[in-house]
Nanobody
Framework: QVQLVESGGGLVQAGGSTRLSCTAS????????MGWFRQAPGKEREFVAA????????SYADSVKGRFTISRDNAKNTVYLRIDSLKPEDTAVYYC????????????????????WGQGTQVTVSS
C-alpha cells in the first residue's frame, strides 16, 4: 500500500521560511518523479514544483520561482519543499504526489499525471 505523508507547514509569518516534507512508503521511491501542489480555499489545485527521479531537472510554477526549492533524498524516501519569503497568497493546503516514470528526467506538472497523493498539510501565512 502506497502512502505519502506530508509534514511541516503550520502558521508562519510573512517574509519567513518553512520546509515541508513528504515521506513515501510502499513504493520504490527512486523510480518516481515527485511533485508538490497546493490548493487555496475556493481555488483549484495548482502545480507548485516537481523533481525528476534522478534529482535533476526541477520544475517550478512561474509564481514561485526564486522562492520555492524542491529537493529529494532517495535514501530517506523523502521529498522536500522549502519556501522562502512567504507571502499571504501562499496560504493553502500543500500536497505531495508521486508518479512512476521511465524517463529519468521526466517532471510531470499536471495533477492528472500523478497517481499517488498525500493527505496534504496546511500552510497559513500571517501578514
Amino acid at each position: 500500500q502506497v502512502q505519502l505523508v506530508e509534514s511541516g507547514g503550520g502558521l508562519v509569518q510573512a517574509g519567513g521560511s518553512t520546509r515541508l516534507s513528504c515521506t513515501a512508503s510502499g513504493l520504490t521511491f527512486s523510480s518516481y518523479a515527485m511533485g508538490w501542489f497546493r490548493q487555496a480555499p475556493g481555488k483549484e489545485r495548482e502545480f507548485v514544483a516537481a523533481i525528476s527521479r534522478n534529482f535533476g531537472h526541477p520544475s517550478y510554477a512561474d509564481s514561485v520561482k526564486g522562492r520555492f526549492t524542491i529537493s529529494r533524498d532517495n535514501a530517506k524516501n523523502t521529498v522536500y519543499l522549502r519556501i522562502d519569503s512567504l507571502k499571504p497568497e501562499d496560504t493553502a493546503v500543500y500536497y505531495c504526489a508521486a508518479q512512476m516514470t521511465v524517463d529519468l528526467w521526466s517532471v510531470p506538472t499536471a495533477p492528472n499525471r500523478y497517481r499517488y497523493w498525500g493527505q496534504g498539510t496546511q500552510v497559513t501565512v500571517s501578514s
